[in-house]
């Protein structure tokens, strides 16, 4: 129950900062995730989103 709730209030936090317009993923991972920039937790919260991010904007048609 806990991890679900943790996991929709990440996604609502990454939903307002894009719509801020953040697109650094360094940034969005530090807020997203709670975590400073050059903290390995931030790197490696930031390798995680940039794997979402990449695979979800990525259509099928593109994917090879």
Same mark, same amino acid.
């Given at each position: 129950?806990?991890?679900?709730?943790?996991?929709?209030? %990440?996604?609502? &936090?990454?939903?307002? =900062?894009?719509?801020?317009?953040?697109?650094?993923?360094?940034?969005?991972?530090?807020?997203?995730?709670?975590?400073?920039? %050059?903290?390995? &937790?931030?790197?490696? =919260?930031?390798?995680?989103?940039?794997?979402?991010?990449?695979?979800?904007?990525?259509?099928?048609?593109?994917?090879?």
């Amino acid at each position: 129950m806990k991890r679900a709730k943790t996991l929709k209030l %990440r996604s609502i &936090k990454m939903q307002e =900062a894009l719509g801020q317009g953040i697109v650094d993923l360094g940034r969005l991972a530090a807020i997203v995730y709670g975590a400073n920039p %050059r903290n390995t &937790k931030a790197r490696s =919260a930031t390798a995680k989103l940039r794997y979402l991010v990449l695979n979800v904007s990525k259509s099928p048609s593109t994917k090879k």
